[in-house]
């Protein structure tokens, strides 16, 4: 008898066996910009470290984030703008007590808005399926309220997930979820009671932080991961319809010597505009969605 602990979410399927679709345009390549916008607690909590932190208040940590808000997350902004880029906005529902016009700013340039818990300061997955509930609940009415409509789509903070993330998720609404990064697909999870809830690729190698925190890359390595996993992908694309995330923290590569590499990496990219889908994963998610129920 096999003992062994599964998820049960979804079944082994090898990409070479699957169907072949286009995305939208006829193209097969689909890219999506994530990009993290966070609150932390002052003095407490979790949060990313440019150097290992003293005693709380941990005040170098805990400013090197806030400068991500005040100052990193404009700068990125003006390059997405001059790029003419779409975001998923991850957003903690706390930023809008916390910095007052920033998740605005984003939503102006007409930018998907996802659900990412409350702050980057606690995990959810710790929690009971009560508090676990009450969490997502808190942050999507603060979303909903401050957006006019609920976010369609969830990464946990800090990619946190209990046994029955999914199952909660789904009972609140959310189409879509990003925390798992197991495939280059969008992947339909079961859930209990019979349903199912997608999960959108979600990277984890073009993602600052470990590349940066765990990593030490510099800005022009990370630059160079991009601008090479999309000429991959690119030619990959012929055989499969594909998404590549790239996840940004302005804390990390809004900073001037990582802003200018990655600026000249989506140019790259957006120099291919043509031949791929430079899109959501909210779009993604509902692009799915609807091929699903043809």
Known sequence: MDTRAGHGRYPYSPVPERPVYDWPGGTRLAVYIALNLETFDFGAGLGAELAPGGPQPDVLNYAWRDWGNRVGAWRIRDLLDALQMPASVLVNSRLYADCPGLVEAFRARGDEIVGHGRSNAERQGALDEAAERALIAEATEVLARAEGKAPAGWLGPWISQSRITPDLLAEAGYRYLLDWCHDDQPTWFAIRGGGRILAVPY???????????????????????????????????RAAPLVMGIALHPYIVGQPHRLRPLRQALHHIARHRDAVWITTAGAIAAHEAARAAD
Do not use: C, W, Y
Not at 213 to 229: L, N, Y
């Open 203 to 237: 990277p984890q190698e073009l993602n600052d932080i470990p590349a940066t925190v765990a990593r030490k890359e510099t800005g022009r390595q990370f630059a160079d991961a991009i601008v090479d996993a999309f000429d991959e992908m690119l030619d990959q694309s």
